[in-house]
């Protein structure tokens, strides 16, 4: 009797084991097509982040174009004649007198500056030195840059 009992249930649990399988085998496939479409929502996360960023640059990089274009309007308007003679000196001289002025007045700090260095009792070439530093160097180069390099955009046109 105990063998009948133990074969039935042999029998039974052997019928059930391909349905056992097929189960692990269907949880099996299921996982992996979860995980499947958990790297494409990611994907198209990353490609939906990236051309939005796209957009952003591009009209980042238009608004960039129209604000110049809208500089070079604004610029091509000035230091155009006007006819009167005076008026077109004068528009024609802001820029240059300014940077006279600016130059004027930066002399001047640094000559108070050395005076001052000289009162002191700071030797003159050591006075120079500390007076006159790359800050300073930096101002000197920007302005003969912008002065000389001007030139030679004003010859090419």
Same mark, same amino acid.
């Given at each position: 009797?105990?063998?009948?009992? $133990? *074969?039935?249930?042999?029998?039974?649990?052997?019928?059930?084991? =391909?349905?056992?399988?097929? /189960?692990?085998?269907?949880?099996?496939?299921? @996982?992996?097509?979860?995980?499947?479409?958990?790297?494409? /929502? &990611?994907?198209? &996360?990353?490609?939906?982040? *990236?051309?939005?960023?796209?957009?952003? +640059?591009?009209?980042? !990089?238009?608004?960039?174009?129209?604000?110049?274009?809208?500089?070079?309007?604004?610029? &091509?308007?000035?230091?155009? =004649?006007?006819?009167?003679?005076?008026?077109? @000196?004068?528009?024609?001289? !802001?820029?240059?007198?300014?940077?006279? +002025?600016?130059? $004027?007045?930066?002399? !001047?700090?640094? $000559?108070?500056?050395?005076?001052?260095? $000289? &009162?002191?009792?700071?030797?003159?070439?050591?006075?120079?030195?500390?007076?006159?530093?790359?800050?300073?160097?930096?101002?000197?180069?920007?302005?003969?840059? /912008?002065?000389?390099?001007?030139?030679? /955009?004003?010859?090419?046109?």
């Amino acid at each position: 009797m105990i063998l009948s009992l $133990l *074969s039935m249930l042999g029998g039974g649990l052997l019928r059930l084991m =391909p349905e056992l399988f097929g /189960f692990l085998h269907k949880k099996t496939d299921n @996982a992996h097509e979860l995980a499947m479409l958990e790297r494409q /929502f &990611q994907l198209e &996360q990353t490609r939906a982040a *990236s051309q939005q960023a796209l957009v952003e +640059y591009q009209g980042g !990089v238009e608004q960039a174009l129209a604000l110049l274009d809208a500089q070079k309007a604004a610029l &091509q308007g000035q230091m155009q =004649p006007l006819g009167i003679w005076w008026a077109d @000196a004068l528009n024609f001289l !802001v820029r240059p007198l300014a940077t006279y +002025y600016v130059l $004027l007045m930066y002399g !001047v700090a640094k $000559l108070a500056m050395f005076v001052v260095a $000289l &009162q002191s009792g700071i030797g003159g070439w050591e006075a120079i030195l500390r007076i006159y530093d790359a800050e300073d160097r930096a101002i000197l180069s920007g302005i003969l840059a /912008f002065w000389f390099v001007g030139r030679v /955009f004003d010859k090419q046109k």
